[in-house]
Nanobody
Framework: QVQLVESGGGLVQAGGSLRLSCAAS????????MGWYRQVPGKQRELVAT???????NYADSVKGRFTVSRDSAKNTVYLQMNSLKPEDTAVYYC??????????WGQGTQVTVSS
């Protein structure tokens, strides 16, 4: 069993910053990628940022230049540094892990609320 534990969400004013963390533990065979999605009520979950095992990153256009995804491979932990936050960034943020031998694992989600 694999567990992803997220932390770092909360309430922040527009223009502020937050840092999300996600620590993976358990029977992980291999990690192809880790990253973050977000979801607001009534909408589909959308990709925010991902980091592949070789270190390549990918971002949604809406967060490019403001968010940075990084990973500590030794700790199986992925981070999302969010700067210049906007009210439209308000969502539940979900961490995920792609194990090519098993499939995707998801965290429980952490709420990020940006006030105007």
């Amino acid at each position: 069993q694999v567990q992803l534990v997220e932390s770092g969400g909360g309430l922040v004013q527009a223009g502020g910053s937050l840092r999300l963390s996600c620590a993976a533990s358990g029977s992980i065979f291999s990690i192809n990628a880790m990253g973050w999605y977000r979801q607001v009520p009534g909408k589909q979950r959308e990709l925010v940022a991902t980091i592949i095992s070789g270190g390549s990153t990918n971002y949604a256009d809406s967060v490019k230049g403001r968010f940075t995804v990084s990973r500590d491979s030794a700790k199986n932990t992925v981070y999302l540094q969010m700067n210049s936050l906007k009210p439209e960034d308000t969502a539940v943020y979900y961490c995920y892990l792609d194990d090519p031998w098993v499939g995707d694992y998801w965290g429980q989600g952490t709420q990020v609320t940006v006030s105007s």
